[in-house]
């Protein structure tokens, strides 16, 4: 009975550092797009992302820890589609929008919308595809949460010059919520490291001919030391680790409740803006920070009561 629950707890703990990181993402990407436009920075991003796993899973089969090709082999048709689709949410379209957006607005607006956004994209597509009951203490966590991001966002989002990069921003959003969802449809024949890996290898695949479609002119001799070192922040914080522990945490507790913990990004997204970039939090974002940690307190705590309710 205590390994089910020292599982939940690892799962917690670890989406909580995701959430970290990717609060992290935003400064880290507005900074490497200072210097280099959005899809070459987003395939120098995956390229070197996508080497490390294909490194990592190359030295897992070596010391036998894996055997990847035969469980490649029992890959269904359906299972590549899946992967493809993966690869193409949450690494193609994804990045793409995000950059996207970021060249027209700020790092923290980005922080705000995408956490309020998501959860109810993936919470939305789960009950479609797969008909996934939503609790209500689910649903009172994901509205408290939307209520606190909501009243994080508008501080001064109000401005009509900044309409098209949200909706920019908020549909990098729903391509995550995608992701999100067909992680759930994951072939069962492969581990989480060897999904993410395949799924990134499509995702880079698709990004690599971006540059030219959108003439971008690259000047690799302009990327100052900023903008690789943000690179690498990108790589290992941003994407190597939260990526595994993403998947796994789908795979455990469901992908509706894995996208609340979003709601833990703008909190930590204004703390970071304000060390990195100088912005200090006002009364109204911690207020908001507050409520959304609150939902997501409430949505994935069993409390005593609840517990009683389903039991009868």
């Keep these: 009975m205590s390994e089910p629950v020292s599982n939940q707890s690892l799962v917690t703990v670890k989406l909580i550092l995701v959430q970290l990181f990717w609060a992290g993402t935003f400064v880290a990407s507005e900074i490497a797009l200072q210097t ?12 070197v992302t996508t080497s490390c ?33 993966m ?11 995000l950059h996207a957006g970021l060249e027209r607005t700020t790092a923290a607006y980005a922080a705000l919308l995408i956490p309020t956004t998501q959860p109810i994209f993936t919470a939305a597509l789960s009950r479609i595809v797969f008909r996934d009951p939503i609790s209500a203490g689910t649903l009172a966590g994901l509205i408290l949460g939307l209520a606190g991001a909501s009243l994080v966002i508008s501080q001064g989002a109000g401005s009509m010059s900044l309409l098209s990069a949200n ?10 919520s995608c992701y999100a969802v067909c992680s759930k449809l994951a072939p069962v024949e492969l581990t989480s490291i060897e999904t993410t890996t395949v799924s990134f ?17 690259i000047d690799i001799t302009a990327a100052t030391p900023r903008f690789w070192l943000s690179i690498l922040y990108l790589v290992i914080f941003a994407t190597l680790l939260p990526y595994l522990w993403w998947n796994e945490a789908v ?62």
């Design 201 to 217: 290898l499509f995702g880079t695949l698709f990004l690599l001919p971006m540059p030219f479609i959108f003439r971008e002119a």
């Design 36 to 47: 280099e436009p959005p899809a070459f920075t987003a395939v120098v991003r995956f390229v």
């Design 251 to 312: 795979r455990a507790i469901g992908s509706a409740k894995t996208g609340v913990f979003t709601f833990l990004m703008p909190p930590l997204a204004v703390v970071l803006a304000a060390a990195v970039l100088g912005h200090a939090a006002t009364t109204q974002q911690i207020v908001g920070g507050v409520l959304a940690l609150a939902g997501v307190a409430f949505a994935t705590t069993e409390l005593p009561f609840r517990r009683r309710v389903t039991s009868q």
């Design 53 to 85: 796993y294909c490194g990592l899973l190359g030295l897992m089969n070596c010391r036998g820890s894996a055997a990847t090709l035969p469980r490649l082999r029992r890959v269904t048709r359906r299972g590549w589609f899946v992967l493809a689709g």
């Design 87 to 97: 690869g193409f949410s949450g690494v193609f379209m994804y990045t793409l929008l």
């Design 167 to 176: 909706v920019t921003i908020i549909a990098s959003a729903f391509a995550f």
